[in-house]
């Protein structure tokens, strides 16, 4: 684990995101991911990784089964400019089977407890297997992007999940990440063009007002710092 960390701190020494990737790709022996919900900072990610075919880095993706058509469309061209396919994971069958039949289609508006139960179902459960035997989890997380991711590291050690997370654009600015998309012709979300930010479920997730903060078309009946669960320290 030493050594991992080691070459962990090292990665922060080049500049761009193409070089921290490649390195993390040629120079580490253990099972490394990225997790992409096919939102801007992950396409941004996703280019990194796949236009230089990075094949030690697998990409992965949850399904939830509720997410908009505009992501399947935006994951279906993404395959298709790189030439790749990505892996899905899906929650449990049995666990949402019963959750749905105990608590309805839409419980999430019931109350934040129902939320994230479907969350842990839908999302956590899933990732934990993604997840299984990973020494490093490379995420799309930036400090722009919450209250409580300012304070994330680019590199930090999830005790809970026993694995480095690596965060390359925990830096990067919203117009840092457009300006890449667009410089390197990468598919994006066609719902970001329409004041969807923070793109999740499709019940639990509405386009932002001017002056709203980043994350508050995330589960907007909610007050106060609103996570799904993947992240939280």
């Known amino acids: 684990m030493n050594q991992l960390k080691q070459k962990l701190n090292q990665v922060i020494e080049f500049e761009r995101l193409e070089e921290k990737l490649k390195f993390l790709n040629d120079e580490i022996d253990e099972k490394i991911v990225f997790s992409t919900s096919f939102g801007f900072e992950d396409q941004v990610i996703s280019h990194a990784i796949l236009s230089q075919k990075l094949k030690n880095i697998e990409v992965f993706t949850l399904d939830t089964g509720r997410v908009f058509n505009e992501t399947y469309t935006t994951w279906y061209k993404t395959e298709l400019k790189y030439q790749t396919k990505i892996k899905p994971f899906y929650p449990p069958t049995t666990e949402l089977e019963s959750f749905i039949e105990e608590n309805g289609i839409n419980p999430f508006y ?14 956590v459960i899933p990732l934990n ?9 490379i995420t799309g997380l930036r400090a722009e992007q919450s209250n409580n991711r300012h304070d994330m590291q680019g590199i930090e050690f999830d005790e809970d999940k026993q694995l480095y997370k690596f965060n390359p654009l925990i830096d990067f600015t919203t117009e840092d990440c457009f300006h890449y998309l667009k410089e390197n012709r990468v598919p994006y979300n066609p719902l970001h063009d329409q004041g969807f930010i923070s793109i999740g479920c499709a019940p639990c997730t509405r386009a932002i007002k001017e002056g709203e903060d980043f994350r508050a078309g995330r589960w907007w009946w909610e007050n106060g710092n609103k996570e799904c669960g993947l992240h939280v320290k």
Do not use: F, N
């Open 129 to 137: 297997r993604a997840l299984d035997g990973t020494s490093v989890w």
């Open 110 to 123: 019931d109350s934040v407890e129902l939320r994230k139960q479907c969350c842990s179902i839908r999302k």
